[in-house]
């Protein structure tokens, strides 16, 4: 490696500066040139610039060897690899990022839209958002009715399905009447006792009241048609029901020798019914109303979540970023110790050599220009940032 040296010009009175690297004993070597040019200052200046850049240094001063910059250099190509790979997983993640934020802000604008849009259309708002007073009362009554037609489908089944005519016509003599279609506690056990699969009647009539809401949800015309299907085999079973019932007491006075009443006439007969067939309507229209709340609720809910959801994505893959500015300054690093020329004490190198020169500036008559030196070494090192402490030079041609 070729580094700066002085040369005399064909005057003598000022020294050239070449590449070549001088180890020398700097106090010496100062007072030395400082004779060959008489003190020149800005010979003086361009000495003390081979100093910081590592051309001129002391004899026993420390580098690092060609073995050891061999192997930096294979650590700055592995480096260098290694921080491509890092930089492409990154890009491929930040694209990611972008990609989810970006998504983020379009879900956030459309919330952000759909209040803008119920807010000003007040109708809107009142048909579209959701109201947790209006589902907590229609989820109480809901509630209650379907403990209602539980009980009221057991009882009825009961009283279809399996007749006791002695005991409709014992309660009939004893003026208890054909009893009520609520059942008491007993004839649920009795209802258990003949065969406890009643309790999956009522379950019948609650699948019909979901199969009525699935088909209100569908967007085809013949829906309708379907969901009159569905009303109309309801109220016939309903129908059937209430006329065994009726057919069963009547039987019961007929034996009696009781006068009878036709369906047509007997009002027990439409409060059967109705009690089964209009509640089971009311119930479903309450559950497909509860479902309709519901789902407004769950637009505002889910696009929430999904942002949540995109904002914890984020998060992580935040987190798998690689950081690259260890990487980049051990790279950094590793070239400095390619370049570096000298590990020493810079100010105590300047120091040196600067003693030489200004100790041959000493007679009177050389002392304005020893003062130009000295303010020059000052602003020399202002200029340049020296400190005492041992500092790595790097080569500044490297």
Request: aromatic content about 12%.
């Amino acid at each position: 490696m070729t580094t700066p040296s002085n040369v005399s010009s064909s005057s003598g009175s000022k020294e050239a500066v070449v590449h070549q690297v001088s180890r020398v004993n700097l106090y010496d070597f100062g007072y030395e040139k400082a004779g060959t040019v008489k003190g020149d200052p800005e010979v003086y200046v361009s000495f003390l610039n081979r100093i910081a850049n590592g051309d001129l240094v002391e004899e026993n001063y420390r580098g690092i060897t060609d073995d050891e910059k061999k192997e930096r250099l294979q650590q700055i190509k592995d480096l260098e690899k290694k921080y491509q790979e890092v930089e492409g997983a990154n890009a491929k993640i930040e694209t990611e990022i972008t990609e989810k934020n970006k998504k983020i802000d379009e879900f956030r604008q459309e919330v952000l839209k759909m209040h803008e849009i119920r807010n000003n259309d007040h109708e809107k708002l009142r048909k579209e958002s959701f109201s947790s007073l209006k589902f907590g009362i229609g989820l109480f009554i809901l509630i209650f009715l379907s403990g209602y037609l539980f009980f009221f489908y057991i009882s009825a089944a009961y009283k279809a399905l399996y007749v006791d005519f002695e005991k409709i016509a014992d309660g009939i003599a004893r003026g208890a009447g054909v009893g009520s279609i609520m059942p008491q506690p007993y004839e649920l056990a009795e209802a258990i006792q003949y065969n406890f699969l009643l309790f999956l009647v009522p379950f019948v009539f609650y699948a019909f009241g979901w199969a009525f809401h699935v088909l209100l949800e569908l967007k085809q015309r013949i829906k309708f048609l379907f969901i009159g299907l569905l009303i109309a085999v309801t109220f016939t079973v309903d129908l059937l029901i209430a006329l065994i019932i009726h057919n069963n007491t009547e039987t019961a006075k007929d034996l009696m020798g009781l006068d009878t009443t036709p369906w047509s006439s007997s009002p027990t007969f439409y409060i059967i019914l109705f009690l089964g067939f209009l509640v089971y309507i009311t119930w479903s229209l309450l559950m497909d109303y509860l479902m309709r709340e519901w789902d407004k609720r769950k637009i505002a809910v889910n696009l929430n979540k999904i942002i949540k959801h995109l904002t914890h994505d984020v998060r992580l893959l935040k987190a798998k970023l690689l950081p690259l500015d260890e990487i980049k300054n051990r790279i950094a690093n590793y070239r400095d110790d390619v370049n570096t020329v000298m590990q020493g004490n810079l100010k105590k190198y300047v120091d040196q050599f600067s003693s030489g020169w200004i100790a041959y500036l000493a007679p009177e008559n050389m002392k304005s220009i020893k003062e130009r030196c000295l303010n020059l070494k000052k602003d020399f090192e202002e200029k340049n940032g020296i400190r005492p402490g041992i500092v790595k030079i790097i080569s500044k041609r490297g």
